[in-house]
């Protein structure tokens, strides 16, 4: 896209500054100004995604799966090691995003989900991130366990699955206990579809 012209923004160049777990890239562009005039800008855009998220419901008894998993971010922020999320992951090369979340959800919560529902896409924090991310949710049984969970080792996870009343998650939510954007979205969904 380098040179390219979309909607009077012009991407004159790319910078790598970190290349590491995920990219950071300083990125240089022109727009036109209030005036008429081109100013060039520069911002920071950290390439995490696109990431696909799930919160499996088990329709008969109201519960949903939740992971609490360490979160660094968060807790140089002042909000402690771990976070309660949705199940996620990002989306590898050659998968869609409903294969992710299948896989995420038998890697980190030992489940087999069914009935697989993209329910909307979203950008995260469009003002610093390129990541893109898929909003699912799926439908899970107690038979549907294949396994323990937890995570892959290998990639530093210890993953807790949390199996909870949809209402208890909800009031986690309103006390201030989960705060996580994405898992807050999609319990309002599921609150909200009924």
């Known amino acids: 896209m380098d040179g390219a012209e979309e ?10 500054l970190v290349k590491e777990h995920y990219r950071l890239e300083r ?12 100013q060039e800008l520069r911002r920071e855009v950290y390439y995490n995604g696109p990431g696909a998220a799930v919160l499996p ?14 979160r660094i971010p968060a807790l140089v922020n002042g909000d402690g090691p ?9 989306v590898e090369e050659g998968d869609s995003p409903a294969e992710t979340v299948r896989k995420e959800a038998e890697q980190e919560m030992g489940y087999r989900l069914h009935d697989i529902r ?11 991130s390129a990541e893109k991310l898929y909003f699912f949710t799926a439908r899970y049984g107690a038979e549907d366990r294949v396994g323990g969970g937890g ?3 290998g990639e530093g996870e210890s993953i807790e699955v949390l199996e909870l009343p949809l209402d208890e998650a909800w009031r986690m939510v309103e006390a201030g206990e989960i705060i996580d954007a994405k898992t807050v979205l999609l319990l309002q969904h599921l609150r909200l579809a009924g």
Not at 7 to 16: C, K, P, S, T, W
Not at 57 to 70: A, E, F, G, H, I
Not at 118 to 128: D, I
């Open 57 to 70: 419901l088990d329709p008969s008894r109201r519960t949903v799966l939740l992971v609490r998993q360490l």
């Open 7 to 16: 909607g009077g923004i012009r991407i004159l160049r790319r910078e790598v």
């Open 82 to 90: 771990k976070l309660i999320e949705t199940c996620a992951g990002i």
């Open 118 to 128: 993209q329910v909307f896409a979203l950008y995260t924090s469009p003002g610093a």
């Open 151 to 153: 995570g892959l080792e």
């Open 27 to 38: 990125i240089f562009f022109e727009q036109p100004g209030k005036g008429g005039e081109r």
